[in-house]
């Protein structure tokens, strides 16, 4: 049963434009979000995270919006640069017990941005 | 300040061998926890320790295993390689308290 749905494998966005990634999670218990991004060959690189206590987080171009009744959250980069061309992946932890330090994962949607 | 460090970063085995996989955290990190990437299944938790504890365990078999040392360096060991066990190992870091984990490069491993 996979509690983290990243539906959209891939998008492909216009330098310059908004790009939008989008997240869906089923585990209630779930009460912080994070983005990760990661390049071939490297390791994820933590990018934004967001508490269940707030509803939008911004760091830049980056902003993530959470909304917690459709148990959804997205990833908006404003502009979109072709260096941020990579995989994102939404994770997801609980607060409960050791559930703290366990991150479960999406499955990655791999953006591209074309100059 | 250094990152996560990962050795080896390549590895090649056979079926039915056991392979041992080392992180070095980000200096004044004391966990430390190790995931599993496939094309498949993405990235799957396989275990969390903290002051060599092991605090949390994700859903794979018993030939995963791991331990952590004193200096928070961490070790992961899979026996009797299946086929399956390829994959790129990541390991990650963060400070007590913190759910933001810093990763390694990761090591590919590769079971023939």
């Known amino acids: 049963d996979q509690q983290v749905k990243q539906n959209s494998p891939s998008l492909s966005v216009q330098e310059g434009r908004i790009s939008i990634l989008n997240c869906d999670y089923t585990?209630?218990?779930?009460?912080?979000f994070l983005w990760y991004k990661k390049y071939p060959a490297e390791g994820p690189t933590f990018l934004i995270s967001i508490s269940s206590i707030k509803d939008k987080n911004e760091d830049g171009r980056f902003t993530v919006f959470l909304n917690k009744s459709a148990k959804h959250l997205s990833l908006h980069i404003v502009p979109s640069q072709p260096g941020d061309s990579a995989v994102y992946f939404c994770a997801a932890s609980g607060n409960s017990g050791g559930s703290n330090y366990k991150l479960t994962f999406g499955k990655g949607t791999l953006l591209t941005v074309n100059p | 300040k250094a990152g996560v460090t990962q050795t080896p970063r390549y590895l090649i085995k056979t079926r039915g061998q056991q392979v041992t996989l080392s992180c070095s955290p980000i200096?004044?990190?004391?966990?430390v926890s190790w995931y599993q990437q496939t094309p498949g299944q993405g990235l799957q938790f396989l275990f969390e320790?903290?002051?060599?504890?092991?605090?949390n365990k994700g859903n794979f078999p018993g030939r995963f295993s791991g331990r952590q040392f004193s200096n928070s360096r961490s070790e992961m060991n899979v026996s009797t390689l299946e086929l399956g066990d390829s994959a790129l190992y990541l390991c990650a870091s963060s400070f007590y308290g913190l759910r933001e984990q810093y990763f390694g490069p990761g090591t590919r491993l590769t079971v023939t």
């Open positions: 585990n209630s218990m779930f009460d912080y």
């Open positions: 200096s004044g990190h004391r966990s």
């Open positions: 320790y903290f002051s060599e504890t092991q605090r």
